[in-house]
T-cell receptor, first 113, second 112 residues
C-alpha cells in the first residue's frame, strides 16, 4: 500500500531555533515530493522536489530529497512565530497524466516567542 | 488569494441530505482535484478531472460524485450524508499534473 509518513507529528520550539521535519514514503512510480504549509485553511505550496531537482531553498526554508532512502527533510532556520503551522508532505506518483497526491499526516509546529 | 475559488465556505446539513460543493480553478488550469480532510484521516485524494474528463480516482465513496463542466468549474456532490462525512473538502487545480498545484480555501461541511 502506498504511504507517506511524517515525523515528528508535533513539535514545540522557541523563536530562533532550527527545526528539521521528516518525511518518508513508499509509493509505486514515484514522480515528485511536495511540501505544503497549512495555517488556517488552504495548504500553501512550499517546494516541489523531483529526480532532477533534489534540493530547494527559499529564504530560511530548505528541503532535500533522498531518493535512495525514500525520504525528504524540510529545514527551517531562525524560526519565527509566523512559522507556526501544520507542514504537510505529499508524494505524486503513478502515470504522468494524473496528479494524485498522497499526503502524510502532517507535522504541527508551534514556535513560541 | 490562491486563485482557486470554493463555495460555500461553510455548510451545515442534516444526515441523509444531499449537498453540492463548487470549485472554480485558477485561470488556465485544466485539472481539478478534490480532497477530503478529516481530523483522523488527514488529506485524502478523492478524484481528478482534466478538461472535463475523469482522470484519476481515489477512495471516493459511491455516495459521492463529481463532474467538471465546459467552463472548467467543478462540482462535488455528496448524498445520503452521514455524520462521518463531516470534514473540510478542498479543491485544487493545476495546469497539467503536478506543476503549480494550488489549493482553494476549502468548504467546511458539518453533518448533524
Amino acid at each position: 500500500e502506498d504511504k507517506v509518513v511524517q515525523s515528528p507529528l508535533s513539535l514545540v520550539v522557541h523563536e530562533g531555533d532550527t527545526v528539521t521535519l521528516n518525511c518518508s514514503y513508499e509509493v509505486t512510480n514515484f514522480r515528485s515530493l511536495l511540501w505544503y504549509k497549512q495555517e488556517k485553511k488552504a495548504p500553501t505550496f512550499l517546494f516541489m522536489l523531483t529526480s532532477s531537482g533534489i534540493e530547494k531553498k527559499s529564504g530560511r526554508l530548505s528541503s532535500i530529497l533522498d531518493k535512495k532512502e525514500l525520504s525528504s527533510i524540510l529545514n527551517i532556520t531562525a524560526t519565527q512565530t509566523g512559522d507556526s503551522a501544520i507542514y504537510l508532505c505529499a508524494v505524486g506518483h503513478g502515470s504522468s497524466n494524473t496528479g494524485k497526491l498522497i499526503f502524510g499526516q502532517g507535522t504541527t509546529l508551534q514556535v513560541k516567542p | 488569494d490562491s486563485g482557486v475559488t470554493q463555495t460555500p465556505k461553510h455548510l451545515i446539513t442534516a444526515t441523509g441530505q444531499r449537498v453540492t460543493l463548487r470549485c472554480s480553478p485558477r485561470s488556465g488550469d485544466l485539472s481539478v482535484y478534490w480532497y477530503q480532510q478529516s481530523l483522523d484521516q488527514g488529506l485524502q485524494f478523492l478524484i481528478q478531472y482534466y478538461n472535463g474528463e475523469e482522470r484519476a480516482k481515489g477512495n471516493i465513496l459511491e455516495r459521492f460524485s463529481a463532474q467538471q463542466f465546459p467552463d472548467l468549474h467543478s462540482e462535488l456532490n455528496l448524498s445520503s450524508l452521514e455524520l462521518g462525512d463531516s470534514a473540510l473538502y478542498f479543491c485544487a487545480s493545476s495546469v497539467g499534473s503536478l506543476r503549480g498545484y494550488t489549493f482553494g480555501s476549502g468548504t467546511r461541511l458539518t453533518v448533524v
